[in-house]
Protein backbone atom coordinates (compact mmCIF):
# COMPACT_ATOMS: atom_id res chain seq x y z
CA UNK A 1 0.00 0.00 0.00
CA UNK A 2 2.62 2.34 0.81
CA UNK A 3 5.13 0.90 -1.41
CA UNK A 4 2.65 1.96 -4.37
CA UNK A 5 1.13 4.85 -2.55
CA UNK A 6 -2.67 3.23 -3.69
CA UNK A 7 -5.10 2.50 -1.35
CA UNK A 8 -6.86 -0.55 -3.12
CA UNK A 9 -10.48 0.68 -4.87
CA UNK A 10 -11.88 -2.98 -3.21
CA UNK A 11 -11.30 -1.53 0.11
CA UNK A 12 -13.20 1.76 -1.04
CA UNK A 13 -17.04 0.60 -1.00
CA UNK A 14 -18.57 1.60 2.09
CA UNK A 15 -22.09 0.14 2.80
CA UNK A 16 -24.12 3.23 4.79
CA UNK A 17 -26.15 1.81 7.62
CA UNK A 18 -28.83 4.77 8.96
CA UNK A 19 -28.73 4.86 12.38
CA UNK A 20 -31.94 7.26 13.76
CA UNK A 21 -31.28 10.00 16.18
CA UNK A 22 -32.45 9.63 19.42
CA UNK A 23 -35.98 11.34 19.60
CA UNK A 24 -36.24 11.94 16.09
CA UNK A 25 -38.81 11.34 13.61
CA UNK A 26 -38.03 7.79 11.96
CA UNK A 27 -40.39 8.81 8.69
CA UNK A 28 -37.62 11.73 7.62
CA UNK A 29 -34.58 11.16 6.17
CA UNK A 30 -32.95 13.52 8.51
CA UNK A 31 -33.75 11.94 11.26
CA UNK A 32 -31.05 9.16 10.51
CA UNK A 33 -26.86 9.20 11.00
CA UNK A 34 -24.99 7.75 8.35
CA UNK A 35 -23.00 5.62 9.45
CA UNK A 36 -20.21 4.32 7.06
CA UNK A 37 -19.88 0.23 7.38
CA UNK A 38 -16.32 -0.26 5.86
CA UNK A 39 -14.34 -3.91 5.20
CA UNK A 40 -11.97 -5.18 7.55
CA UNK A 41 -8.84 -4.91 5.70
CA UNK A 42 -9.83 -0.96 4.77
CA UNK A 43 -9.57 -0.47 8.48
CA UNK A 44 -6.48 -1.93 8.92
CA UNK A 45 -5.23 -0.13 6.19
CA UNK A 46 -6.40 3.27 7.72
CA UNK A 47 -4.85 2.73 10.85
CA UNK A 48 -1.45 2.13 9.50
CA UNK A 49 -2.07 5.86 7.38
CA UNK A 50 -3.08 7.32 10.71
CA UNK A 51 -0.29 6.11 12.26
CA UNK A 52 1.82 7.16 9.78
CA UNK A 53 0.08 10.43 9.71
CA UNK A 54 0.31 11.20 13.15
CA UNK A 55 4.26 10.46 13.47
CA UNK A 56 4.01 13.55 10.94
CA UNK A 57 1.52 15.63 12.47
CA UNK A 58 3.22 15.14 16.00
CA UNK A 59 7.01 16.62 14.30
CA UNK A 60 4.73 19.40 12.51
CA UNK A 61 3.08 20.08 15.85
CA UNK A 62 0.00 19.61 14.62
CA UNK A 63 -2.70 20.20 15.11
CA UNK A 64 -2.65 23.24 17.02
CA UNK A 65 -2.94 22.80 20.92
CA UNK A 66 -6.36 24.44 21.35
CA UNK A 67 -7.76 21.64 19.64
CA UNK A 68 -9.09 18.69 21.08
CA UNK A 69 -11.62 16.74 19.14
CA UNK A 70 -9.98 14.23 16.64
CA UNK A 71 -6.61 14.14 18.83
CA UNK A 72 -5.03 11.37 20.33
CA UNK A 73 -6.21 10.68 24.10
CA UNK A 74 -7.97 14.10 24.06
CA UNK A 75 -11.54 14.62 23.12
CA UNK A 76 -14.12 17.43 22.84
CA UNK A 77 -15.39 16.38 26.91
CA UNK A 78 -11.42 18.10 27.93
CA UNK A 79 -12.31 21.03 26.06
CA UNK A 80 -15.76 21.61 27.71
CA UNK A 81 -13.56 21.26 30.49
CA UNK A 82 -11.34 23.98 29.63
CA UNK A 83 -14.04 26.44 28.75
CA UNK A 84 -15.46 25.55 32.44
CA UNK A 85 -12.14 26.90 33.53
CA UNK A 86 -11.66 30.19 32.00
CA UNK A 87 -15.13 31.13 32.97
CA UNK A 88 -14.76 29.92 36.28
CA UNK A 89 -11.06 32.40 36.29
CA UNK A 90 -13.04 35.46 34.61
CA UNK A 91 -16.04 35.26 37.19
CA UNK A 92 -13.13 34.62 40.22
CA UNK A 93 -11.42 37.96 39.13
CA UNK A 94 -14.67 39.90 38.37
CA UNK A 95 -14.23 39.83 34.25
CA UNK A 96 -16.60 39.64 31.96
CA UNK A 97 -16.73 36.18 29.90
CA UNK A 98 -17.98 35.47 25.99
CA UNK A 99 -17.89 32.40 24.22
CA UNK A 100 -18.50 31.66 20.49
CA UNK A 101 -19.88 28.12 19.68
CA UNK A 102 -19.83 27.07 15.99
CA UNK A 103 -21.19 23.25 14.97
CA UNK A 104 -20.85 22.52 11.35
CA UNK A 105 -23.71 21.09 10.32
CA UNK A 106 -23.18 17.50 8.08
CA UNK A 107 -19.19 18.35 8.40
CA UNK A 108 -18.06 14.50 7.16
CA UNK A 109 -20.56 15.38 4.18
CA UNK A 110 -18.80 18.46 3.11
CA UNK A 111 -15.08 17.90 3.31
CA UNK A 112 -13.58 20.11 0.46
CA UNK A 113 -10.78 17.11 -0.44
CA UNK A 114 -8.59 18.87 -2.85
CA UNK A 115 -8.71 21.71 0.35
CA UNK A 116 -7.64 18.95 2.43
CA UNK A 117 -4.92 17.79 0.03
CA UNK A 118 -4.00 21.03 -0.38
CA UNK A 119 -3.27 21.51 3.23
CA UNK A 120 -1.17 18.69 3.82
CA UNK A 121 1.19 20.24 1.17
CA UNK A 122 1.27 23.46 2.90
CA UNK A 123 2.33 21.81 6.05
CA UNK A 124 5.02 19.81 4.26
CA UNK A 125 3.47 16.37 4.69
CA UNK A 126 5.64 13.61 2.76
CA UNK A 127 4.51 13.20 -0.89
CA UNK A 128 3.41 9.20 -0.05
CA UNK A 129 1.09 10.72 2.71
CA UNK A 130 -0.14 12.87 0.58
CA UNK A 131 -0.53 10.37 -2.12
CA UNK A 132 -2.07 7.64 -0.15
CA UNK A 133 -4.72 10.08 1.59
CA UNK A 134 -5.42 11.39 -1.76
CA UNK A 135 -5.64 7.71 -2.68
CA UNK A 136 -8.07 6.63 0.30
CA UNK A 137 -10.46 9.99 -0.43
CA UNK A 138 -10.77 9.51 -4.10
CA UNK A 139 -12.92 6.93 -5.97
CA UNK A 140 -14.76 5.74 -3.34
CA UNK A 141 -18.13 4.25 -3.67
CA UNK A 142 -21.12 3.78 -1.22
CA UNK A 143 -24.39 1.62 -0.95
CA UNK A 144 -27.35 1.83 1.63
CA UNK A 145 -28.72 -0.56 4.00
CA UNK A 146 -32.69 -0.22 3.44
CA UNK A 147 -34.95 -3.19 5.27
CA UNK A 148 -31.96 -5.57 5.09
CA UNK A 149 -31.56 -4.67 1.29
CA UNK A 150 -27.84 -2.87 -0.68
CA UNK A 151 -28.67 -0.32 -2.95
CA UNK A 152 -27.03 -0.24 -6.09
CA UNK A 153 -23.70 0.92 -5.72
CA UNK A 154 -23.17 5.02 -5.96
CA UNK A 155 -20.11 7.28 -6.04
CA UNK A 156 -18.92 9.61 -3.44
CA UNK A 157 -19.26 12.92 -5.05
CA UNK A 158 -17.64 14.70 -1.54
CA UNK A 159 -17.19 14.22 2.23
CA UNK A 160 -15.25 11.58 3.70
CA UNK A 161 -16.57 8.17 5.37
CA UNK A 162 -17.94 8.89 8.65
CA UNK A 163 -17.20 6.02 10.87
CA UNK A 164 -13.80 5.52 9.40
CA UNK A 165 -10.41 5.65 11.28
CA UNK A 166 -9.41 8.46 9.05
CA UNK A 167 -12.44 10.54 9.85
CA UNK A 168 -10.00 13.11 11.46
Not at 24 to 41: E, F
Not at 80 to 107: C, M, P, Q, W, Y
Not at 158 to 168: D, E, M, S
Request: hydrophobic share 40%.
Amino acid sequence: MFKFRHFPNCWKTARVQPILKPGKDPTHPVSYRPISLLPTLSKLGEKLILNRYLTHATKLRLPITQQFGFTPQLSTTHQLLRVVEHINEGKNSNLATAAIFLDIAKAFDKVWIEGLIHKLIAYKFPQYIIEIIQSYLTNRNFTVLVKNSDSTPRKLQAGVPQGGILAL
